[in-house]
């Protein structure tokens, strides 16, 4: 009997980890650089003419872990986001910022205590149609979507929709479950 049951739990956990597995190997493959003239980055408020010029602003927060009433933040692997428009990526770094947003309220997503992480990134690229991929590794998220850039300053705001929570008090949807996906906006 208790060897059925080892089994059983052994396979159960090959498929949780296949499954993994193969998310990860699809954010891999994407976040490789296929081609090197589709963008370029930017500094402030530099601006070039004929193109666009997309502002991909993405902000998250996340807990690594909790030990002894210290929160200690992602460092391997660390916390990046990958971005990569038809073909071309670039990864994007943020130092964390400890924030406490009152628990309260538990239908605040980003309620209690930890690492915030403002991503940003300014690129110039040609105006049109364009293939968006944008994936977090360290949650094991990927969403890819076209997006449509004028030429100007355009806006990509990046929004993490975090996994529900059962438990109280951070009952619904909360930063400490993980990021489920990601909602993409262009304005």
Known sequence: MNKSILVGVALLAGFVISGCANNRELIVSSSLTSRNDVFSEVSGSENQSGKAIADIMFSVKSNSSRFAE???????????????????????????VMEQVSSADSNVPESGTGWKYKFSKRIALAPGKHELTIAIPVDDVIVKQEITLRAGVNTVTVIPIYKKKMLRPYKGQNFTAGVKTLKVMVN
Do not use: C, F, L, W
């Open 70 to 96: 210290m929160n200690i933040k992602h460092s391997d692997p660390p916390y990046r986001v990958h971005v990569t428009i038809d073909g071309q990526t670039t990864i994007i770094e943020a130092e964390p």
